[in-house]
């Protein structure tokens, strides 16, 4: 195995250092993409090593994205799966293939959304709209969503989920080449939306209450012509701000050179899962901010539906561009979410539900605390934890039978410091035993 050579000089010939230097040979392209290793007998022959310690390693690669096992056709170096994923998408869809738990995903526990039985028997039976031209909003719906919104909106239409809406916000703001203040580390597709137009992503730097004001300021001397922040449960950080920073940053806004004709992009993609109250900086700055409020964490990803508020200059050219295409979010599904957010059951269980992520994040959290590691105190479902190193912590995870998702994707640019991010809303139970794999993780030196 000439390309496996360097195995032989491993001083200490365990699982965890195996797939170490397997990992390392992956890293700095020594094994290339889709290159077949040699087989678990092969290798622990040549090491002097049980089968067991040799198979213990692949396990741990393969939980750790580094390979894939096609059965009887051996092990292989994993390659980029998915041409419709960018790049860094893809180092978050490179799911493992075996873990015991999966904390990767940044998905809602599927037994804590609530039941649709009840929401689908109020649904026609038949897919009939009437008319085309109908408004793109259930009247119903609408005037539930003005009633619990943040704070007045002008206009306030139903899109295909919060990525949906915001994208297609940026695309009626935004030209080829404008700049955009985004938050880092924040949600990956922003960067890549961001991209995708031909606009200059402006990071933005954030603490315990979300964007800090000062990097707000400076972004805004670059002259954006849109901000994207997420004012609850900031993916992946947890961050959430209240209303005294959300007033700063209004303040900031109001105060920048050119600052008032600057679009505000907010999404709350986690608000009903959230314990921080509800937050928007269009209470200070109505006619500059859209909000986003999508009901994917709390009552299911695939319903894809997100509401989105704000002026109506803009909000009604976003629903006559969605004319040109989708035309409206179905109402056989905007019916679906109606029914969820009135059926008291629904609405109990999703209540319960925020009890339930509040109090596993917690614990894991404080659980962190005691073990030396500080993440704060994060809100929603996810959690950021600091690693000396990326790959490490990931394997070493992976050899434990826990998989989290790679920090680098989420941040632009090069990492000032290594993360990963933990989906801490999934922690049902062994909070201790989690905190003590994600510990020694934070602490593994560099796969060298």
């Known amino acids: 195995m000439p390309r496996l ?9 365990t699982p965890r250092a195996i797939a170490a230097e397997i990992a390392r040979l992956v890293t ?65 869809a490179a799911a493992p293939l075996e873990t015991r738990l999966d904390l990767s995903l940044g998905t809602p526990d599927p037994a804590l959304l609530p039941p649709l039985e ?44 919060a990525l949906d809406g915001i994208a297609r916000t940026l695309e009626q703001v935004v030209r080829f080449g404008d700049r955009v203040a985004v938050e880092s580390p924040g949600f990956p597709y922003f960067f890549d939306l961001l991209e995708a137009l031909g606009a200059e992503a402006v990071p933005l730097e954030l603490d315990a209450l979300g964007v800090t004001p000062a990097s707000l300021q400076r972004a805004l001397v670059r002259r ?27 303040r900031v806004m109001r105060a920048a050179p050119g600052g008032d004709r600057v679009v505000v992009i907010e999404d709350d993609h986690s608000g009903l899962i959230c314990s921080a109250p509800d937050v928007t900086l269009a209470r200070w700055i109505p006619g500059q901010v859209v909000h986003v409020r999508s009901f994917s964490k709390s009552h299911g990803p695939d319903l894809r539906i997100a509401a989105l508020g704000g002026p109506a200059h803009i909000v009604e050219r976003v629903v006559s561009r969605r004319m040109l295409g989708p035309g409206w979010t179905s109402r056989l599904l905007q019916t679906v979410l109606l029914g969820l957010l009135t059926d008291d059951g629904a609405v109990a269980r999703v209540r319960t539900a925020r009890l339930v992520y509040r109090d596993r994040v917690d614990r894991l959290a404080v659980a962190l605390r005691k073990r030396g590691i500080d993440v704060g105190d994060p809100d929603g479902i996810n959690l950021w934890l600091p690693v000396v190193s990326e790959r490490a912590a990931l394997v070493r995870l992976a050899a434990a039978g826990i998989a989290v998702a790679a920090g680098s994707p989420f941040v632009m640019g ?32 560099p796969l060298t």
């Open 414 to 445: 090069e990492p000032p410091e290594a993360h990963v991010r933990v989906t801490a809303g999934l922690a049902a139970s062994n909070v201790l035993g989690i905190a003590d794999a994600l510990a020694d993780a934070a602490v593994a030196p």
């Open 28 to 92: 700095e392209g020594a094994l290339a993409p889709g290159e077949r290793l040699p087989t678990v007998r092969e290798v622990a022959s040549d090491l002097g090593v049980s089968a067991g310690t040799v198979s213990a390693a692949w396990h741990a690669l393969s939980g750790a994205g580094v390979i894939v096992s096609r059965g009887r056709a051996g092990s292989f170096v994993r390659v980029d799966r998915a041409g419709w994923l960018s790049p860094r998408v893809q180092d978050l």
């Open 5 to 13: 050579a360097a195995l032989a000089n491993l001083a200490e010939r």
């Open 118 to 161: 009840a929401a689908f028997s109020r649904v026609s039976p038949r897919a009939d709209t009437g008319r085309y031209h109908d408004l793109p909003v259930l009247p119903e719906l609408g005037t539930l969503f003005a009633e619990t919104w943040p704070s007045p909106a002008e206009t306030i239409t139903v899109v295909d989920g």
């Open 224 to 250: 954006p012509s849109a901000v994207i922040l997420q004012p609850r449960a900031q993916n992946p950080t947890g961050a959430s701000m209240d209303a005294e920073r959300a007033r700063a940053l209004a």
